[in-house]
Nanobody, 123 residues
Framework: VQLQASGGGLVQAGGSLGLSCAAS????????VGWFRRAPGKEREFVAA????????YYADSVKGRFTISRSSAKNTVYLQLSSLKTEDTAAYYC?????????????????WGQGTLVTVSS
């Protein structure tokens, strides 16, 4: 399985940005996808996750109400819409693939990781 994350860039505080994560290769019929981020000098942290059906979504408290995760099963793509961005949202954002349905906020739940896409929020 390969994951291709895209959509990062430079945006002003208060602005919005959309990230995409496309899965390819031998994907399972059911898989969950999570987004994590790593800010400079900090540990990687959970941002959001979505179940295989899209029926269940999970968010870190720090992004709840500002970020929205969704998926297109037909396109094998998961989206993360970032809104009301803050300077503290600046980080490399990574998507990850999991065959689990639970504990999706944990790193260990994921089998495959994509490369990061950088989001920089300026003040």
């Amino acid at each position: 399985v390969q994951l291709q994350a895209s959509g990062g860039g430079l945006v002003q505080a208060g602005g919005s940005l959309g990230l995409s994560c496309a899965a390819s290769g031998r994907t399972h019929s059911r898989y969950s996808v999570g987004w994590f981020r790593r800010a400079p000098g900090k540990e990687r942290e959970f941002v959001a996750a979505i179940s295989w059906s899209g029926g269940n979504t999970y968010y870190a408290d720090s992004v709840k109400g500002r970020f929205t995760i969704s998926r297109s099963s037909a396109k094998n793509t998961v989206y993360l819409q970032l809104s009301s961005l803050k300077t503290e949202d600046t980080a490399a954002y990574y998507c990850a693939y999991s065959t689990r349905a639970y504990t999706l906020h944990q790193n260990y739940a994921y089998d495959y990781w994509g490369q990061g896409t950088l989001v920089t929020v300026s003040s």
